[in-house]
Nanobody, 121 residues
């Protein structure tokens, strides 16, 4: 069991910045992938950014150059620095954890409750 607690969402003006944090606790495997997804009403949840334990990252094309994902493995925490925010970034942002024990074909996937990000004038 893994618990994910997000924080840092809020209301910002276009061009502003926010930093999201997600702290994981519980049965954390040493090698794992954590990341951020977002969802708006009527749309499927979409990937924003992910990072594996070693630090290798991936980003959605829509946020490349504006968002930065980072990890503090000692704290089991992942961050999302969001700069140059646009109204289109408005969504509920969900933290995700995916991990598995070494040699296992199964994996374990968990979601945070979500934090609202609103970009508006």
């Amino acid at each position: 069991q893994v618990q994910l607690v997000e924080s840092g969402g809020g209301l910002v003006q276009p061009g502003g910045s926010l930093r999201l944090s997600c702290a994981a606790s519980g049965n954390i495997f040493r090698i794992n992938r954590m990341g951020w997804y977002r969802q708006t009403p009527g749309k499927k949840r979409e990937l924003v950014a992910t990072a594996i334990t070693s630090g290798t990252t991936t980003y959605a094309d829509s946020v490349k150059g504006r968002f930065t994902i980072s990890r503090d493995n000692a704290k089991n925490t992942v961050y999302l620095q969001m700069n140059s925010l646009k109204p289109e970034d408005t969504a509920v942002y969900y933290c995700n954890y995916n991990g598995a024990p070494y040699g296992s074909s199964a994996d374990y996937n968990y979601w945070g409750q979500g934090t609202q990000v609103t970009v508006s004038s």
